[in-house]
């Protein structure tokens, strides 16, 4: 493998300069193909396994972001992606992707074309569910609340429900129109939630079959013993937290053909969230799960902090992530 990769890059040498001596796009374009080769390969020889248990993930993960390298400043590598010539909308800008699966990531496919889902002017747009409703933050003082487990409670005033209350607010005063689920799914039992709230959300697509969009609103779970972690952005977005979009791929063997639909709103959800709102996004994180994203073609997890943050933190994050992912969806609406 090594050797293998070794060759590679000497033919991806050779096409560099080649492209820049004699000006040659197809060399350039031949070139691009192959750094996304070298780091698929990177990707698949160094990937990990993800748990196999349909939706539930460990809930004390350390996140170590995948750092693949550049071979020059117009190459590709995982989770980046250049503009077409002439494309006035979109600028270069690097998109950071933590592959847990096994399924390889082509960026620049994905993004050359917008999402095929349509948003319905006047109808049921977007649905946001909580299958784990009772994660909550650090309580700020004078905020503090009781507790169902640690980290969690049943208060819809002060887990993550609320934050799904500003995301909704925020997406319709841009005139899309939302369903917020705000039932607990993750109590009385924690084990089962994905199940239930599954069940709930092909209700929802029966009753509504306008709506295009499922946002699975989280708080994460960052920590090492009885210390918690926190996502925190750059200083001029205030006291915020981070926001980070996951997508699974079903490499676990469960049916779901359409994933890489998901995959590309997510991306460009993600680079609205770079281009407009940088350090707001951590990597975005692909998984072998599913997590009941087989239900639609433009289905996501939003995680929004950690339980180390506050719920204000959270709530400055989410209102960022709304209006950066409420303009993504208004330019996919279609108007009759």
């Not at 918690?228 to 952005?233: L, M, P, S």
Request: aromatic share 8%; proline share 3%.
């Amino acid at each position: 493998m090594k050797k293998f990769l070794i060759f590679l890059l000497m033919c991806l040498l050779v096409l560099r300069f080649g492209s820049v001596v004699a000006g040659n796009n197809l060399m350039e374009r031949v070139a691009n193909k192959l750094d996304d080769i070298i780091c698929n390969i990177q990707i698949a020889s160094s990937g990990e396994q993800a748990a196999s248990n349909e939706g539930e993930t460990s809930q004390m993960e350390m996140y170590n972001l995948l750092v693949m390298p550049r071979l020059s400043d117009s190459a590709f590598s995982i989770g980046e992606f250049a503009a077409d010539e002439g494309d006035e909308n979109l600028s270069a800008i690097k998109i950071d992707i933590r592959n847990d699966s096994s399924s390889e990531i082509d960026v620049d496919y994905l993004m050359r074309e917008k999402p095929a889902l349509r948003l319905l002017e006047g109808s049921p747009q977007v649905l946001i569910i909580h299958t784990h409703g009772s994660e909550a933050y650090t309580p700020a003082i004078g905020e503090e609340y009781e507790e169902s487990d640690p980290y969690r409670t049943e208060d819809k005033a002060h887990n993550v429900i609320k934050v799904g209350d500003v995301l909704a607010q925020v997406l319709e005063a841009k005139g899309i129109r939302v369903i917020h689920d705000r039932e607990l799914y993750d109590s009385p039992s924690y084990t089962g939630s994905y199940t239930r709230s599954g069940e709930a959300i092909e209700k929802y697509l029966k009753k509504y079959p306008s709506i295009s969009v499922v946002i699975d609103l989280h708080r994460d779970a960052i920590g090492s013993g009885d210390m918690a972690y926190k996502t925190k952005a750059e200083p001029s977005l205030g006291s915020c937290a981070q926001i980070m979009l996951l997508i699974g791929t079903g490499d676990n063997g469960l049916y779901h053909p359409h994933w890489q639909e998901n995959m590309r709103l997510a991306l460009y959800i993600q680079q609205a969230m770079e281009q407009r709102y940088p350090s707001l996004a951590r990597p975005l994180a692909v998984k072998s799960e599913r997590y009941n994203q087989h239900l639609s073609c433009g289905a996501m997890i939003v995680e929004v902090g950690t339980n180390g943050n506050t719920l204000a933190e959270a709530i400055t994050a989410i209102s960022y992530f709304g209006e950066a992912a409420g303009d993504v969806l208004k330019s996919l609406t279609v108007y009759e």
